[in-house]
């Protein structure tokens, strides 16, 4: 099946698939942005034209996830790994933060937590294999927890959290790197949300924040300023020279999502995507063995296992030769890996499924 301007069908774990329009205008606009005489990459954070793009992507982004007004959007580096670090500099105190570790980014945002201070693990998925997830509300939590620390969607294991959480007894902040933007959201359920850009939102580089304003009254004094929350929120993210260009075209991003729809519409694309993968994993006999739990597989990244090593390679040796890149698995998994975020299309999961029926079919 033909992609526009012979591209292959990008399955990988991230950087992501970015909508083609908006890769068009971002060609169009790349060496005279709107007439300013130089493209975004070239000109200053400080210019008139990149100042209105800094604030058309923030609005953008606000109506797309209704984030209420009492929330701050923060543009910062370093990826969702320096928040790892950054969320208990800022929030934790003296006190003790409690995470729901569900996979290898929960394992790893409690692993750095718990260089800053007190930490606690409330849940560990690593006796299931981190195939399934809790039902939050069933968990014991640590009295007068500064705040519970919970991953949305796991990339590497493929499950996902569907559900918002609600009265759980401290301020929630959530790891929304791989399925932001991919369904409704109620933000007002979590006192921090951070995602790094390259699955749903534009190119490595970008890292956004939203956060409840009486969060930022929690960051201690004499902190480093680049790892300040409240000062970031002060200089509206231009401490320094922010990404001007992964915000430029997440900016675009956010733009053709509303356009088309938002959060809802997006929402059904992905799970008639999905739907089309697991389709084929469940009616091969059990030559395909998905790893996660049927009740949280993951819209965003499908993880599969084959019958054996030899045949894994040759499937995607043979998936490569067709076109579609990106389908090993991660190494401390195994097996193989559908990543299908926001702008991958539907034909592209549609076209996999059929080659996977046929690779089963031959192979089986």
């Given amino acids: 099946?033909?992609?526009?301007?012979?591209?292959?069908?990008?399955?990988?774990?991230?950087?992501?698939?970015?909508?083609?329009?908006?890769?068009?205008?971002?060609?169009?606009?790349?060496?005279?942005?709107?007439?300013?005489g130089m493209g975004v990459m070239e000109m200053s954070h400080r210019d008139k034209a990149y100042i209105g793009i800094h604030a058309?992507?923030?609005?953008?982004?606000?109506?797309?996830?209704?984030?209420?007004?009492?929330?701050?959007?923060?543009?910062?580096?370093?990826?969702?790994?320096?928040?790892?670090?950054?969320?208990?500099?800022?929030?934790?105190?003296?006190?003790?933060?409690?995470?729901?570790?569900t996979g290898a980014w929960g394992k790893k945002s409690h692993k750095m937590a718990s260089l800053v201070g007190s930490v606690k693990k409330v849940y560990d998925g690593a006796d299931n294999n981190f195939s399934e997830q809790p039902d939050l509300n069933s968990l014991s939590y640590s009295d007068g927890a500064a705040y519970i620390h919970v991953t949305s969607n796991e990339t590497i294991h493929g499950t996902e959290f569907f559900e918002d959480p609600s009265a759980l007894p401290a301020p929630v902040v959530c790891d929304m790197s791989s399925d932001i933007l991919s369904r409704p959201v109620d933000v007002s359920k979590y006192a921090l949300i951070y995602a790094g850009a390259q699955k749903n939102m534009g190119p490595a580089g970008l890292t956004v924040v939203i956060i409840r304003d009486d969060m930022l009254e929690r960051t201690p004094e004499n902190?480093?300023?680049?790892?300040?929350?409240?000062?970031?929120?002060?200089?509206?993210?231009?401490?320094?020279?922010?990404?001007?260009?992964?915000?430029?075209v997440a900016?675009?991003?956010?733009?053709?999502?509303?356009?088309?729809?938002?959060?809802?519409?997006?929402?059904?694309?992905?799970?008639?995507?999905?739907a089309a993968i697991y389709g084929a994993i469940d009616r091969s006999g059990g030559f395909y063995t998905g790893h996660a739990k049927a009740d949280c597989r993951s819209i965003m990244n499908i993880t599969f296992r084959l019958p054996s090593d030899e045949i894994t390679e040759l499937f995607v040796k043979e998936s490569k030769a067709a076109r579609f890149d990106g389908l090993k698995g991660h190494r401390d998994v195994g097996?193989?890996?559908?990543?299908?975020?926001?702008?991958f299309p539907l034909e592209g999961c549609e076209a996999l499924a059929e080659f996977m029926d046929e690779f089963a079919r031959r192979n089986g």
């Fill in 335 to 343: 097996g193989c890996r559908a990543s299908v975020y926001n702008a």
């Fill in 56 to 101: 058309e992507a923030q609005a953008s982004l606000r109506a797309l996830m209704g984030i209420p007004d009492n929330y701050k959007i923060l543009f910062v580096q370093g990826g969702a790994t320096l928040q790892n670090t950054m969320v208990p500099m800022n929030l934790l105190g003296n006190g003790i933060a409690d995470y729901v570790v």
């Fill in 251 to 274: 900016g675009l991003v956010y733009k053709w999502l509303l356009k088309n729809g938002g959060l809802t519409w997006i929402n059904g694309v992905n799970k008639a995507k999905a």
């Fill in 1 to 36: 099946m033909a992609q526009p301007y012979d591209r292959s069908f990008n399955f990988s774990a991230g950087p992501c698939t970015l909508p083609v329009e908006v890769l068009e205008e971002v060609r169009d606009d790349l060496l005279n942005y709107k007439g300013a």
């Fill in 223 to 248: 902190l480093h300023p680049m790892l300040d929350y409240r000062l970031t929120a002060e200089n509206d993210s231009m401490l320094n020279t922010p990404p001007c260009w992964g915000i430029y």
